[in-house]
């Protein structure tokens, strides 16, 4: 007996949502059929792999399960001899044009040829002949172009021109010379690039993979005459949590801050601190430009691509950007200011690592100084490795160091989209009335998903209006009645991966949009269990203003928590 | 350029302007006035008309200038002629038209003198230019060494002169798509009407239905003529059924095909039949924009249709309501950019969008989904440009033009070694023997026919034993070859046919977009596998095995690549090699296990030999020799070693006596 | 430059549609694509550099660098093919020197390799500096060259 919306796969009644594909509905089946350029998510399918070839009943042609509709009645076989034969052919080909430098790989452990190749049995190398021999590309501090490992899935282009809305590479020369770079020979770095680094999240080989700055973390580790401190971004232990079952992100970051002091990190702080930190200067900025005329709307400055994205694509906007460092800048400035009076470092040099979700964090690292490193969440695993230590087994909870340990809820949310929005609201309610807010401190209105979250509230007799965006391919809707002078939006939230840090591009490789949404969930749950809800009244800030900062935007905060842009459209020849 | 006589209004009662555009327009060009009866008015539009068909007053004289013809010097005996009828002080006019299909015995200058048939002249060049129009003009004798044939009846005095469509190159052919080419001048919108043009378009747009007209050309049995012979009378009720409001129309005329040029030809020869072909697709389907999309190795294609497109504009063929309907339609040229893939459709849809030509998986067809999303319908030109026909004969008509139960006519270009070069117009379902022989003429003297390749990089070689096959789709498919657009060409004993599959591989694999695996890498693979057994493995024990292992892979790749790409190209890659595996595999067994080339093509596996009888003795070919394949001491004879030979010919251009030669088994028998 | 902002100004519609329409045009005025014109292109159109650069490569009639004086192409059609017209472009290959992008050092020469010029009544041909030339073999593609060099171009079969 068959159901309504149902086809069978390999003899098995799947159910399917009108609309979706075959390879969609199997995968919610639990049969996964290979495939290494469909996406699961976002793009629309091109069906240029050809590995997900099924054998449709009644079709002569065997037919790509990216692209087939799932309709009722269908008779699918995803791994008949007949396709396993072509399926297995195809990668033969694939490898017949790929390095053979496997062991010495920095996938080798997840990379997803080597996993067809395997799941395929394919043994020896028959085709031999000719492989490409295109130059790498090491000219950024945040990624690593290797073309000769790239199948050509074209997620990457996919991802960047239509998710982000950048295409800074794409397709270049035609049949066997095909290559994805940047235009013209350039490397990465004197194009448009603003290395989010989706492109290396969905790659399924190393063609693209962040700059690594695992051995010169080791390196530092090893250095008698280093102190080594970490900061931890708050998307990462909310990721983190996924395969070491921690009860909540808390206890996730304890366990982490275990690990890394027994690998040998002399501190570790939060940087959620900062984030309330920069709660403290960017709401303080935000009523001083609402009071004063502008510019407006102000956006967030802590997502380093889409900083990148105004200075490369949009400099006319750079007045619009908040001034404030992000936090990940704004704790490296304290740590390496502040920490030396707070602890005898015996002449020792301060090396001040962060783990971030992100990738553009490196450059931002290197274009801005005070973090010496950054690993990203991917990285964090190889770091571990190297000194043996599986996260999953670590059950002590440890500590964070004074005195940048403590991160309100409102902190905590940085590591989603609208979670800036939702603690700069929060905070914002005190600044202006003096009350905090009623109900519970939640925004809804800045919640959830989508894309873009347009809305106004009333703060103390003001109306202030607010927008937030995840995934800069998002922007027009935003910045197009800005160019004609036509926006009423105050304050703007942009983070420039989909649903913010959580999606960034150092995440790990397997994240879709139900990872995103639990990781999401995970962040208003840290918020809920933390008693201190606002970043107003976090006490290591207050303590900060009080021996230090004096008040938000005062001359040290200035020189310390503030920076500069720079037009960079002028850059490229 | 100048206004259309033809539609110019006969008194100030004629009512059309293109701006009030009236339906009887093109009924009264030849049977006007409509509109109101006046027998003056009758006698200049029947003169006009007369004029038309004609050509001109006065002398004329037609040279075929399509883009062979300009390859056979035409613009220089153009210029040419034009200065003898001054020098002389003759009155004659010179009108350019396209190709009558004959290459072989290109140019063709025709000359016709009032109240005397049109006669052609053939073979003519810059160089005996002067001869012809000295006979013509100077001494009156239209018989000379130069004539081919009469166009037309010219009563008894001009019997003895052999009808065109009587010659042995012409007789056996049908020319429905190429009636006009050659014949009237494809530059100006009057020599199309009057040869009766738009006479279909009038009579679909003003009498009959979409539906209808789907249906009638459906019932004709047209199937596509650039290769992949889709049903289109299927094809147009798709899009006419699918409900948006903008749809699209695009005439494929990126003729990509190496030995294919009839699209070229008709487009020079012919553009406003095709341009009514279009008008007629686009009324039946409901799109009210066109494109062609044209290569741009083809300018003069390009010339045509712009300069056609701008006259049927200005008359109100093109544009908004057209012949007083609600229909309105126009066409925008889009030049390919030189690739080959841009002729598969969805290749077409992605390049005139502004991408790169990579074509995209389906479902959704283009006639649901295709140009920006919307309906869209790809026609051939050759497709487009038999429509007219079938709307003003009538489906049964064109039925009855195939042999068997084939419908219509096909237009092959016959190219190679054969003795009638050209394009050739023959019913579908004729048989390739009739073709290659009664009107190619068979091979050229001294050799040999040894097989016909058919349908391009897509098709197949069929041999000599296979001739008795008709031309129709089913049937040369089943031979591992295809239809394709039309491209023939015929191989002697000099052709390697291992090389015939390295060079379309060779071409498939530059001209593969890149975008899926199979095609890519596999294309690469088996060139690279069919380039090592033209080559002799000399001193490399690994190469050796590999031309074994990749002899053996070739049937695997070729069926995975056939079974697993996206697009026709790579569906059809493997056709050449599995086609000549299937026929001429001893020659591949030759290449492989003995290293030797049948045919001597490849250089690779040539064979030198010296001639003792002549051979000094003098060590200079020893010393040329790269890989020391000679052995031979002073004053003794000389000996190649096969084994070691790279075949680079350096010992011939070193022997002072020329005793050193290529041997080739066929060459040597010939 | 102002090549290229004129012809840009000369489309009505600025949108990816136009994108290989312009890129032609402007081969067609300076002869090859410049990185500098291509830039403009993008930033006129909004297609991104490496989208309009990604197009440009994926076309055979697109060149990178100058032409030189003189512009041989070289027909690799079927029945060119039979007859020998590999031949006819190794030699040039050998005897030019050419570079990759097809330029003989001296840029004297460019040569670009044509699938099919459709006049293959009279193969192996090759078209110099618009010309057709047919029924070549190696001697008297060395006389054209030779020819061309001089200043003189006989029609010649």
């Known amino acids: 007996m068959s159901l309504v919306n149902s086809l069978s796969i390999d003899g098995k009644e799947v159910q399917f949502t009108p609309g979706e594909t075959v390879l969609s509905a199997a995968s919610r089946a639990g049969i996964e059929i290979p495939h290494l350029c469909a996406m699961d998510w976002a793009c629309k399918p091109e069906a240029a792999c050809r590995m997900c070839l099924v054998e449709l009943e009644g079709m002569p042609r065997l037919q790509t399960s990216c692209t087939l509709e799932a309709k009722d009645g269908q008779k699918v076989r995803t791994r008949s001899p007949r396709v396993q034969a072509v399926r297995r052919n195809i990668v033969e080909l694939l490898i017949a044009n790929h390095p053979g430098d496997c062991l010495t790989c920095a996938r080798n452990q997840n990379c997803e040829l080597a996993q067809v190749a395997s799941e395929l049995g394919v043994r020896e190398r028959r085709y031999r002949g000719l492989k490409k021999n295109h130059a790498l590309d090491l000219s950024s501090p945040a990624l690593v172009r290797d073309p000769n490992k790239c199948i050509l899935c074209g997620r990457c282009v996919a991802v960047c021109h239509q998710v982000q809305g950048v295409g800074a590479i794409d397709f270049i020369d035609r049949g066997i010379k095909t290559r994805v770079g940047p235009g013209f020979h350039d490397g990465i770095n004197v194009s448009n690039c603003i290395f989010c680094g989706q492109c290396t999240r969905v790659c399924p080989t190393a063609a693209l993979m962040e700059k690594s700055q695992v051995d010169a973390v080791v390196a530092a580790l090893a250095d008698p005459n280093a102190i080594v401190v970490a900061q931890i971004a708050p998307a990462v232990p909310a990721t983190l949590m996924e395969n070491a079952q921690a009860s909540s992100v808390r206890s996730m970051l304890l366990r982490l801050a275990t690990a890394l002091k027994r690998v040998g990190f002399g501190a570790v702080f939060d940087t959620g601190f900062a984030a309330d930190l920069t709660i403290m200067e960017e709401v303080s900025e935000l009523i001083r430009r609402v009071q004063t005329g502008g510019p407006l709307p102000m956006f967030t400055s802590c997502s380093p691509g889409w900083i990148q994205y105004v200075e490369k694509y949009r400099p006319d906007l750079i007045p619009h950007l908040s001034t404030c460092k992000s936090p990940q800048q704004m704790a490296a400035a304290l740590i390496k200011d502040v920490y030396p009076k707070h602890r005898d470092l015996g002449g020792k040099r301060l090396v001040c690592v962060s783990l971030m979700p992100c990738t553009a964090k490196k450059v931002e690292a290197s274009e801005l100084g005070d973090v010496d490193f950054v690993l990203t969440t991917r990285e964090i695993d190889e770091l571990l490795v190297r000194y043996g230590i599986d996260l999953n087994k670590v059950t002590e909870l440890g500590t964070l160091d004074a005195p940048f340990s403590s991160a309100s809820g409102a902190g905590r949310l940085f590591g989603g989209t609208g979670g800036v929005m939702e603690a700069a609201i929060r905070t914002a309610h005190k600044m202006l009335t003096g009350s905090e807010l009623a109900g519970g401190f939640k925004v809804e209105e800045a919640r959830g998903l989508e894309g873009i979250k347009c809305f106004s509230l009333d703060v103390g007799g003001t109306t202030l209006n607010f927008g937030i965006v995840n995934g800069l391919g998002r922007l027009k809707p935003i910045l197009d009645p800005l160019s004609k002078g036509a926006s009423n939006l105050h304050f703007i939230e942009v983070m420039t991966c989909p649903g913010g840090c959580i999606g960034g591009g150092g995440q790990p490789y397997d994240s879709d949009p139900e990872d995103i949404r639990v990781r999401l969930e995970r962040l208003y749950d840290a918020d809920r269990r933390s008693t201190l809800k606002v970043s107003h009244d976090n006490a290591e800030v207050q303590e900060i203003y009080a021996e230090m900062l004096g008040k938000p935007l005062g001359e040290i905060s200035h020189h310390l928590l503030h920076r500069s842009y720079v037009d960079r459209r002028a850059e490229e020849t | ?670 | 430059m102002c090549q290229v902002d004129q012809i840009i100004a000369g489309h009505e519609e600025l949108g990816k549609e136009h994108l290989i329409p312009i890129l032609q045009e402007i081969q067609a005025k300076e002869g090859y694509l410049s990185q500098a014109a291509m830039n403009k292109v993008a930033d006129a159109t909004g297609v991104p550099q490496s989208r309009v650069y990604g197009v440009a490569t994926f076309y055979n009639q697109f060149r990178f660098a100058p032409k030189g004086t003189h512009v041989i192409e070289v027909c690799r059609g079927t029945a060119c093919h039979v007859k020998q017209s590999l031949k006819l472009a190794q030699h040039l290959t050998r005897k030019l020197n050419l570079k990759p992008n097809g330029n003989s050092p001296d840029n004297k020469f460019t040569i670009i390799t044509v699938a099919c010029l459709g006049a293959c009544s009279i193969a192996p041909v090759i078209k110099l500096d618009g010309e057709f030339y047919g029924h070549l073999d190696v001697e008297k593609l060395d006389r054209l060259l030779d020819e061309a060099v001089q200043g003189e171009s006989h029609a010649s079969k």
């Open chain 2, 1 to 670: 350029m100048q206004a259309s006589n033809l539609i110019a209004a006969c008194c100030n009662r004629c009512t059309h302007r293109p701006g009030n555009p009236c339906r009887d327009l093109v009924r009264c060009l030849a049977e006007g006035p409509i509109c109101h009866s006046d027998d003056a008015c009758a006698k200049t539009r029947q003169e006009r008309m007369a004029n038309a068909r004609r050509g001109g007053q006065g002398t004329l004289i037609f040279v075929g200038a399509g883009t062979c013809g300009r390859a056979n010097g035409s613009t220089k005996v153009i210029a040419r002629i034009g200065a003898f009828l001054q020098e002389h002080k003759i009155s004659a006019e010179i009108v350019e038209v396209g190709c009558v299909g004959y290459c072989q015995r290109e140019l063709f200058v025709d000359v016709q003198k009032p109240g005397e048939p049109r006669l052609a002249y053939a073979d003519i060049n810059l160089g005996n230019i002067d001869q012809l129009l000295e006979a013509v003009f100077v001494r009156e004798e239209m018989r000379n060494g130069f004539l081919y044939g009469r166009h037309g009846d010219g009563g008894a005095a001009w019997a003895d002169i052999p009808e065109i469509n009587t010659t042995d190159f012409f007789k056996k052919q049908v020319k429905v798509v190429l009636r006009n080419a050659g014949i009237v001048d494809p530059r100006i919108l009057d020599a199309a009407l009057a040869a009766g043009a738009f006479a279909a378009a009038a009579k679909a747009v003003c009498t009959m239905t979409p539906e209808e007209v789907c249906n009638e050309v459906l019932a004709a049995g047209l199937r596509g003529r650039g290769g992949a012979g889709f049903p289109t009378g299927q094809k147009w009720n798709i899009a006419r059924q699918t409900p948006r409001a903008q749809k699209y129309l695009i005439c494929n005329a990126d003729e990509g095909d190496p030995g294919a040029f009839m699209d070229r030809a008709v487009l020079e020869s012919d553009p406003f039949f095709v341009i009514e072909g279009m008008l007629i697709a686009a009324y039946a389907i409901g799109a009210s924009k066109g494109y062609i999309y044209c290569r741009a190795e083809y300018p003069l294609a390009v010339e045509r249709l712009t300069s056609a497109i701008e006259q049927c504009r200005r008359v109100g063929l093109l544009g908004t309501n057209i012949l007083g309907s609600l229909f309105s339609f126009d066409i925008t040229i889009k030049q390919g950019a030189g690739a080959f893939v841009c002729g598969e459709e969805t290749a077409i849809l992605a390049s005139i969008e502004g991408g790169r030509g990579m074509p995209r998986p389906r479902p959704p067809y283009p006639a649901v989904s295709g140009l920006f999303g919307k309906p869209t319908v790809l026609n051939n030109v050759e497709t487009l440009a038999n429509v007219p026909v079938i709307i003003n004969r009538g489906a049964e008509y064109f039925q009855n033009l195939g042999l068997g139960k084939a419908a219509g006519t096909k237009v092959f270009a016959l190219s190679g070694a054969i003795r009638n070069t050209g394009l050739v117009e023959v019913p579908v379902g004729i048989k390739l023997r009739t073709i290659i022989y009664d009107i190619g003429g068979g091979a050229l003297p001294g050799h040999k026919f040894k097989a016909v390749q058919i349908g391009g990089p897509s098709g197949g070689c069929i041999p000599e034993q296979h001739l008795d096959t008709v031309t129709d789709y089913a049937d040369l498919i089943q031979l591992g070859a295809m239809m394709g657009s039309g491209g023939m060409v015929v191989m002697d004993e000099r052709t390697c046919m291992v090389d015939v599959a390295r060079y379309f591989m060779e071409f498939i694999r530059n001209e593969s977009c890149g975008k899926c695996t199979p095609c890519r890498e596999g294309t690469t693979r088996m060139l690279e596998i069919l380039t090592s057994i033209t080559e002799r493995p000399v001193g490399d024990e690994e190469r050796r095995l590999e031309r074994f292992r990749g002899v053996l892979h070739l049937q695997e790749l070729a069926s995975t690549v056939k079974e697993a790409s996206l697009c026709g190209l790579g569906q059809s890659a493997g056709n050449p090699v599995l086609s000549t595996l299937r026929f001429f595999r001893d020659e591949y067994e030759r290449h492989v296990i003995d290293q030797r080339c049948p045919s001597g093509e490849c250089q690779g596996l040539a064979v030198y030999e010296v001639d003792n009888a002549t051979c000094l003795g003098c060590l200079l070919c020893k010393k040329a020799c790269p890989s020391g394949a000679i052995v031979g001491e002073r004053k003794q004879a000389h000996y190649i070693l096969v084994d070691k030979c790279v075949g680079c010919g350096s010992c011939v251009t070193a022997c002072p006596k020329h005793s050193i030669h290529l041997v080739s088994e066929e060459r040597a028998c010939v």
